[in-house]
């Protein structure tokens, strides 16, 4: 009889199984057989979709390269990845330095002459500047705001460049600091003499570190405050408020006190972010606290260049930076146009290694920035719109580290609300490695978003789960629906 009953139970599974059809079959069945009482099998989890968990994060870009080419045609070239930006996720553009330099149509902006010429005037060798003219910019600017993306202008209010000759009491001889109409201030606007510079009658110097010392500008001067932020005419005015700029990069905020900044940001407003150029997050957390402003986040940049390259020790990931005391003001990076120019090896993050640095910021706490040539590489492109997406979906509520050492690196968003958050897990190991941790997530399947790994486990009711990472790589986990 039991021998019987087995044979039965047998054949009646095979009817069903022979029984099924794929759905372009006119003839299935669609009637729901599951017996009377009985729950039907549940159908298996799949991933959820990303999209629908906009969390209002965003990513900014920096727009160039140190010694971007080809000359003249900069403007244009960005114009015309505005809308892929935007569809990927970046909110803000970091434009380079905006107006004519000393050095003419070869200038980055950073050997600023004249704060008024967008490449409008004939100055310096040229009319446009080397990223195009202002007819240009413009246009630039008016498509970035038609896709909501803020523009952000870089500023240097530290030195001055490419102005003429004249006889410099303070220093008992000539000095580069007269800029007027025919010395590299066409604009005549902000013109400018050795008496806004320092020394002067205020006094020698910048409390700050020194850059171009003869042409290093004197905020205390009450003209000088006019110009580039009080009057409605100023430098922060006319950039706001007649080029529609929306926010500032100051550059070598080292080179002058903090309250320069503050005094800007309380007269105009705007996302701000300042170069402060240091791998120390005390001299960071400082300048935040006086400035007011967002900061570049070096120490976060150092602590991953030791992680990852010159110690390959990922236990440097726990220490200080910026983005642990005030995550709201550190800006994160993976490279600039300074590090990347740089042949020291221990100030850029080798290129293997870059996109671990990717996911580590764009699942962190902080404000990402995607470096240009970075976001062009098409070996790491769709990788970096994956990890955005990530950013400004599950990268959401608070931090908390899991695990670390050497070669694993395990931490945990908690997520807010319906976000589920994430866990990502780095391992720069040679060998694929797996750590059971504790997630905020019960009786759910995972996956990893990143698609690193195929590895899909299920987490237990008390929230245990292990999850893995490939060699040398990283992987981001959440939950399937």
């Not at 803020?150 to 240097?156: G, L």
């Not at 642990?324 to 990347?340: G, R, S």
């Amino acid at each position: 009889m039991k021998k019987n009953i087995i044979l039965c139970a047998a054949f009646l599974a095979v009817f069903s199984l022979n029984s099924c059809s794929s759905d372009s079959d006119p003839a299935v069945d669609t009637t729901d057989d599951t017996p009377s009482g009985e729950t039907p099998t549940p159908a298996e989890p799949i991933a959820i979709n990303l999209s629908d968990y906009k969390n209002g994060s965003g990513v900014m870009m920096q727009t160039f390269y140190w010694d971007v080419e080809p000359r003249g045609e900069w403007w244009n070239i960005l114009n015309t990845k505005v809308d892929g930006w935007a569809e990927a996720g970046i909110d803000r553009l970091w434009l380079p330095v905006a107006t004519k330099g000393q050095s003419g149509g070869y200038s980055m902006g950073y050997d600023p002459s004249d704060y008024f010429d967008f490449g409008e005037y004939f100055q310096q060798g040229t009319l446009p500047t080397r990223f195009g003219t202002r007819e240009q910019l413009e246009t630039l600017i008016a498509s970035a705001h038609a896709k909501d993306l803020e523009v952000i202008a870089d500023i240097v209010l530290n030195h001055n460049s490419g102005g003429g000759s004249e006889y410099n009491p303070y220093r008992d001889k000539q000095t580069y600091t007269l800029f007027d109409e025919t010395h590299g201030n066409a604009s005549g606007m902000f013109n400018r003499s050795y008496k806004d510079y320092h020394p002067n009658d205020i006094h020698e110097s910048d409390s700050g570190n020194l850059f171009y010392d003869e042409q290093d500008v004197c905020h205390d001067q009450e003209r000088v405050q006019k110009w580039l932020w009080k009057d409605e005419n100023s430098v922060a005015k006319y950039y706001k408020n007649v080029m529609g700029f929306d926010g500032w990069r100051f550059d070598y905020v080292k080179g002058f006190e903090p309250w320069v900044v503050k005094a800007w940001l309380d007269e105009v407003g705007g996302f701000s972010v300042g170069e402060n150029y240091d791998g120390n997050g005390d001299v960071l957390k400082k300048w935040v606290e006086e400035s007011g402003s967002a900061a570049f986040d070096f120490a976060c940049f150092y602590k991953m260049e030791e992680a990852f390259d010159r110690h390959n020790d990922l236990n440097y990931l726990s220490k200080d930076m910026l983005r642990k005391t005030y995550p709201d003001k550190a800006v994160t990076f993976v490279a600039n146009h300074d590090t990347e120019k740089d042949s020291n090896e221990d100030n850029n993050i080798s290129s293997e290694n870059k996109m671990k640095a990717y996911a580590y910021i764009l699942t962190h706490d902080g404000y990402p920035t995607i470096f240009y040539s970075d976001y062009e590489n098409e070996n790491f492109q769709e990788e970096i719109k994956n990890l955005i997406l990530i950013h400004n979906s599950i990268a959401s509520g608070s931090v908390e580290v899991l695990y670390n050492d050497n070669d694993e690196y395990i931490m945990k968003r908690s997520g807010e609300g319906t976000n589920p958050g994430l866990i990502l897990y780095i391992n720069t190991s040679g060998n694929n490695k797996r750590r059971e941790v504790v997630s905020n997530w019960a009786s759910k399947k995972i996956k990893d978003y990143s698609n690193q790994s195929s590895y899909s486990p299920t987490v237990a009711t008390d929230g245990s789960v292990s999850i893995e990472a490939p060699a040398n790589s990283y992987s981001i986990w959440t939950i399937m629906k």
